[in-house]
């Protein structure tokens, strides 16, 4: 990829809208620009101000397109610190799509996903995590992933980091200190010093890792609801996502496989799965099913197991209360009808319900949100993040290990293995190969 040509894209989302962008950037944007676009009552030799917006026409060789608003923002105020041209036109797609080709035809190149962003790193405008926030920023489903995307652009992941990376140069040099002038300092007592500041160091990544919080955030919470047949797992379902999500009929056995649908809770996204029936059957397909539900009852962060408050307690469900992991709650069901069930002592979390009384499900709601409970110290949420910052632990446990075997000496490659993983994280070391990697998830215009 060629990072000193002029490049566009369509900046807004494809299909109709009241308005679209075309974005320019590179040295021939103004260039590009002044072509294609007619400003009104103004002659065309007459300058263009920076970051001004002008009212006109766009134009194909003296055909006219679509009249809009244009801007250029001269480098090095502008996103990417090149010259960035913006026209805004009506947004249909056709009148987009033509619009792009005309500035194309004048010398621009069609971006590829991300190229502006790359361009506004690679110009030094951000790091590489301020740009992969804008990204977490567009596809943030929920209050909290929002919170985190804006936290990420504004620096707070790449301030940890850089502290990180920080007190780990001065772990190197003081090491290189004791291995290059032994006659100043014992390597012994180099590196016995050095043993309490790489474990200080792996306690506070360790902390800033906080896996459980970050896959909240990133993949929401995961409750499964269980039960033997026709106790009104699937009513419960619909009644929580107040849609009509799973097909509720009083014939056992109707849900054969796993139905999912998603609510909000205390800004977390809480994805609900519905499971068959579990019961001993030699039916096929519904076996299958059964084989479904164990397998998301072992991956659930919080399991309900439903009851039929208006039965007696079935072999089942016994089967069931003494299977299910320690965090599953009981929720029985169907409190509208008289009640004769009777339950074992139990020590878990028994909450009562009616899946046709929306009114009721109050307890359920207040049960999962507990779940939902982010750390406040976690520091990064991005599954890239996390990678690199469990390698650079892992690389700082094995140096603090060659350390306390007194072969200091030993320690210097890890803790560079350690270096360069934070590294990745705010692109101070990156690899052209690992920015595509990136980059190519962005959208086409960003
Ligand atoms: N009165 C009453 N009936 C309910 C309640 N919840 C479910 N039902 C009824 O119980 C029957 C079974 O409901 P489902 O939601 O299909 O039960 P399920 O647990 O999903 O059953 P399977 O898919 O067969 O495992 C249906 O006739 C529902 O209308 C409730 O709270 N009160
Ligand atoms: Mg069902």
């Not at 300092?185 to 180099?190: L, Q």
């Not at 650079?392 to 320690?411: F, G, S």
Request: hydrophobic share 40%; with cysteine; glycine share 8%.
């Amino acid at each position: 990829m060629n990072h000193n040509d002029t490049i566009a894209a369509i900046a807004t989302a494809p299909g109709e809208g009241g308005i679209g962008i075309i974005r320019i950037s590179g040295p021939e944007a103004e260039t590009i620009l002044k072509n294609v676009f007619i400003r009104s009552g103004k002659r065309p030799e007459e300058a263009w101000e920076s970051h001004r917006m002008a009212y006109g026409y766009l134009t194909d060789h003296g055909r006219t397109l679509d009249e809009g608003m244009a801007v250029i923002m001269r480098g090095p105020r502008s996103y990417t610190r090149e010259d960035v041209a913006e026209i805004q036109l009506h947004g249909g797609s056709w009148v987009l799509q033509q619009a792009l080709a005309i500035c194309l035809d004048r010398g621009a190149r069609l971006a590829e996903p991300g190229e502006f962003t790359k361009r506004a790193f690679l110009a030094g405008r951000i790091d590489l995590a301020r740009a992969e926030a804008v990204m977490a920023l567009i596809r943030a489903r929920g209050e909290q992933q929002h919170r985190a995307a804006v936290r990420q652009m504004q620096g707070g992941v790449t301030a940890f980091v850089r502290r990180a990376a920080d007190d780990l140069y001065a772990i190197q040099a003081g090491l290189a200190a004791c291995i290059d002038y032994p006659e100043e300092i014992s390597e012994e007592e180099g590196a016995a010093e050095m043993i309490p500041r790489i474990g200080k160091l792996i306690s506070t990544l360790r902390e800033g890792i906080q896996e459980r919080s970050s896959r909240l955030i990133q993949e929401g919470l995961r409750v499964t609801l269980a039960g033997r047949p026709n106790v009104g797992k699937s009513s419960l379902l619909n009644a929580l996502l107040g849609e009509e999500r799973a097909i509720v009929t009083p014939i056992p056995g109707t849900t054969r496989d796993l139905i999912q649908g998603e609510m909000n809770l205390g800004g977390i996204r809480v994805v609900l799965t519905d499971t068959a029936g579990m019961r001993e059957t030699e039916e096929p397909v519904e076996k299958i099913g059964v084989e479904r539900s164990r397998k998301a009852l072992a991956e659930a962060d919080a399991t309900l197991l439903i009851l039929d408050g208006s039965e007696p307690l079935r072999t089942e469900d016994r089967e069931l209360m003494e299977s299910l992991p320690e965090n599953a709650a009981i929720v029985i069901n169907k409190t509208d009808l008289p009640q004769a069930l009777q339950i074992p002592e139990t020590k878990r979390t028994v909450l009562r319900c009616s899946a046709k009384q929306p009114e009721s499900l109050g307890p359920i709601r207040e049960y999962l949100i507990r779940f939902t409970a982010l750390s406040d110290r976690m520091a990064v949420t991005q599954p890239r993040h996390l990678d690199a910052m469990r390698r650079a632990v892992q690389a700082l446990e094995a140096a603090l290990e060659t350390v306390r075997e007194r072969t200091p000496d030993l320690a210097a490659t890890d803790l560079q293995t350690a270096q360069e993983a934070l590294g990745e994280i705010t692109g101070d070391r990156v690899d052209e190969k690992l920015l595509d990697a990136v980059f190519s998830q962005f959208c086409v215009g960003k």
